[in-house]
């Protein structure tokens, strides 16, 4: 129970602070932040381990329970998300790696091969090394782990280091240094010899139902009786637990068991089945829909990967003769793209590179002014849809212009949109751009109603993977690749 009239974090820095919680005699904003900023750094001075000489390193004490927990409580009662990322930043600032130590350790290392030495002695001057490149802070995080609901707590400390790093209250290279650690920890603790992979039925718990529908991030559930089909026959919907919490889901797939690789995400997510009880002989395809984290702090930590690896294993268990595998996938960021092509090209005042000039004439005379300046207001609503001449008159210059943003517009080399980047790293194909593929409102703003299909060829897929990631060559499909053609011909960025 925290103090009488006080919130929990209040009554936590009034015990780090050494005096009883009561009235403060000084209630200036200055004056409160100073506190709190004495109590984050006597906290830390407590609860962060000190790193033992390197030949006491397996012999020193493990460090108190008592002050990782004062670190979880303190840190549990700051509810302003500024707080937070002060306290990290002070955490990752005032104690990750001993620069001196490391500079003498390398120029110890440098110096004994510089002449003939022992290899067991190199061998452990190149350990003193590694052992001077440990930030102070993963030793906190490496108790808080042994705590009761200590890995659940740093998963929730890494969604909030991530989030402050997106609105840019936390931010420098000892943030992401600190982001980097933890996330590398988190991935061992949620390799896939520790996940669990779960199916959900309509008959699952109804927590675990909830839950799912509620981490629905790409097409949200709208009722119960959605999530009944979504999770009845021809649909499969798995999730990874950690051994640890059976029955939470970490992150969750969506399956639709099909004829063919679909064209579109209603088809998928309205229509009933075709009957209640499944027939073998009517699944062709499997393909997926959705996948969702539901832990943000487990960004970055390869869960989707290993899940549909383990989907498609499953799958062929079911179904001996079930070959094809695809997604269909939404385009997230296609229409900021765009847009941002046309506000850039109103800027030059010149000719409207991006359509032909029968494209431009035609699409002019729909909407009745400038291309440029009329296509930045439709597309910046969900308007355009209802006119069936602009639609049919968009279909083409659209399909070329995304076909080039999923193969053609990269980040360091790789594929710029996020979603390409995770199946094509997964050694998936670009295989088919699908047109007015998802017609809700969502599907219109984020990529002007395009979808695309991954296919995963299942014996070409570690081929491709290799290639992506080694030299980033995005193995496509010929309707992808024609479509890439048409745009060096007809547009111009």
């Known amino acids: 129970m925290p103090m009488r009239g006080l919130g929990p974090g209040a009554a936590v820095r009034c015990f ?51 002050q990782c927990a004062d670190f979880v409580s303190f840190y549990g009662g700051l509810a302003e998300v500024a707080e937070r990322a002060e306290l990290l930043r002070r955490l990752a600032g005032g104690f990750g790696v001993d620069h001196g130590q490391v500079a003498e350790q390398s120029a110890g290392l440098l110096q004994l091969r510089r002449g003939p030495r022992e290899e067991a002695v190199l061998l452990q001057a190149e350990d003193r090394l590694r052992y001077a490149l440990v930030p102070r802070y993963r030793g906190l995080f490496h108790h808080i782990s042994k705590l009761d609901g200590g890995v659940r707590f740093l998963v929730r400390l890494r969604a909030d280091l991530l989030e402050a790093q997106a609105l840019k209250l936390l931010e420098g290279p000892h943030v992401r240094e600190m982001n980097g650690i933890l996330k590398g920890m988190l991935s061992e603790w949620f390799s896939s010899g520790f996940l669990n992979l779960e199916r959900v039925t309509w008959h699952s718990p109804c927590e675990v139902l909830q839950k799912v529908s509620e981490s629905e991030a790409v097409h949200p559930v709208k009722n119960w009786m959605d999530m009944k089909r979504r999770v009845g026959p021809y649909r499969r919907c798995c999730f990874f637990s950690h051994c640890t919490t059976p029955g939470e889901p970490l992150v969750v797939l969506h399956v639709a068991l099909t004829t063919e690789i679909s064209s579109n995400i209603q088809g998928i997510v309205k229509e009933c089945p075709p009957s209640e009880t499944e027939e073998k002989n009517k699944i062709a395809a499997a393909i997926f829909y959705s996948i ?25 268990k079911e179904f001996p003769h079930l070959e094809t595998f695809s997604s269909l996938s939404p385009i997230p960021g296609f229409t900021k793209w765009l847009l941002g092509l046309l506000n850039s090209k109103a800027k030059e005042h010149g000719r409207n590179e991006l359509f032909t000039d029968s494209e431009c004439n035609e699409i002019s005379e729909i909407t009745g002014g400038p291309i440029t300046e009329t296509l930045k207001v439709f597309l910046s609503s969900n308007e355009w849809v209802k006119s069936e001449k602009l639609v049919r008159a968009l279909q083409a210059p659209l ?92 547009s111009k960025l």
């Open 16 to 66: 780090l602070l050494g005096r009883p919680a009561g009235p403060r005699l000084s209630s200036g904003p200055a004056a409160a932040a100073g506190a709190l900023a004495r109590a984050m750094d006597e906290l830390l001075r407590r609860a962060v381990p000190a790193m033992p000489a390197y030949e006491l390193r397996e012999k020193s004490p493990a460090a108190a329970e008592g």
């Open 292 to 316: 969702s984290l539901t832990q943000q702090g487990l960004q970055g930590v390869e869960l989707g990967t290993f899940l549909i690896k383990r989907v498609v294993k499953e799958l062929q």
């Open 399 to 490: 399909m070329r212009l995304c076909a080039w943003y999923l193969y053609g517009e990269k980040h360091r080399g790789y594929a710029l949109n996020p979603v390409a980047n995770f199946h094509l790293q997964n050694g998936a194909v670009l295989w088919r751009i699908n047109w007015m593929a998802d017609s809700s409102l969502k599907g219109i703003t984020s990529s002007c109603g395009l979808m695309v299909n991954y296919r995963y060829y299942l014996e070409e897929t570690a081929t491709n993977s290799i290639a992506y990631l080694s030299s980033k060559n995005i193995k496509a499909s010929e309707q992808v690749l024609s479509l890439v053609t048409q745009f060096q011909k007809n």
